[in-house]
């Protein structure tokens, strides 16, 4: 069965620092691996996708992420942090196995402070 | 840009009452997914159509939830009677396929509280 591991439930880091999210995955089979953010009662939105083909894979608002199969890691990356970016986001995988199912991780809190 | 619409936003019930969620996927979408995401985790699938067939419903606690996409377009989820620990928020989300590479495109949500 596929699972997805974020680690840290809360990350806070200063505006203009760098924003290092965590995900570890399982898969049997190939995976397809997405990032979406969500802000207070809203629904999610997408902020990229991985579907083997370029391993580095580059978002919205400045966000990458890069799928490394050895690790079965997927980590959310934003150089530079901006105070709009305090939100929810979680990791979520699916694969043929699963039909179009998300699994979806227990989600990281980002705080940004000023 | 098309949106995935829900309604309501937000709904207030008694346990024992009857309730039910509307979702209007984006237009030409045929799979749509109902999924619970409980306070502090990750949604969870509840149901999966592929047109108005059920594709998945295995996580669905068929004695009192319901799910419906009669022409294929639009959906009802229902829960009768409501029960204090299904106070969530529910997920509409569509995508063109089922298919694991498609982006799944999610609504506002309801959030449901149950007293």
């Known amino acids: 069965a596929q699972s997805v591991t974020q680690l840290g439930s809360h990350v806070s880091v200063s505006e203009g620092a760098l924003v290092l999210l965590r995900c570890n995955y399982s898969?049997?089979?190939?995976?397809?691996l997405f990032w979406y953010v969500q802000y207070p009662n809203q629904g999610l939105q997408l902020l990229l996708k991985y579907t083997s083909a370029a391993t580095l894979v580059k978002g919205i608002n400045g966000f990458e992420a890069e799928f490394k199969k050895s690790e079965t890691s997927f980590h959310l990356t934003k150089p530079s942090a901006h105070m709009s970016d305090a939100a929810e986001y979680f990791c979520a995988v699916s694969n043929y196995n699963q039909g179009g199912k998300l699994i979806f991780g227990q989600g990281t809190e980002l705080s940004v402070k000023p | 840009e098309a949106e995935v619409a829900q309604s309501p936003r937000y709904k207030i019930t008694e346990k024992s009452q009857a309730v039910a969620f509307w979702c209007d996927p984006i237009?030409?979408?045929?799979?749509l997914y109902w999924y619970r995401q409980i306070l502090g985790q990750g949604p969870e699938l509840l149901v999966q159509f592929q047109d108005e067939s059920v594709v998945d419903d295995s996580q669905l606690p068929k004695d009192r939830f319901s799910a419906e996409r009669l022409k294929g377009v639009d959906s009802t989820l229902k829960i009768q009677p409501a029960e204090l620990g299904d106070s969530a928020m529910y997920l509409c989300?569509?995508?063109?396929?089922?298919?694991?590479?498609?982006?799944?495109?999610f609504g506002p949500g309801t959030r449901l509280t149950v007293l």
């Open positions: 237009s030409g979408h045929a799979t």
């Open positions: 898969s049997s089979v190939p995976p397809y």
């Open positions: 989300a569509s995508s063109p396929s089922g298919g694991p590479s498609y982006t799944q495109y």
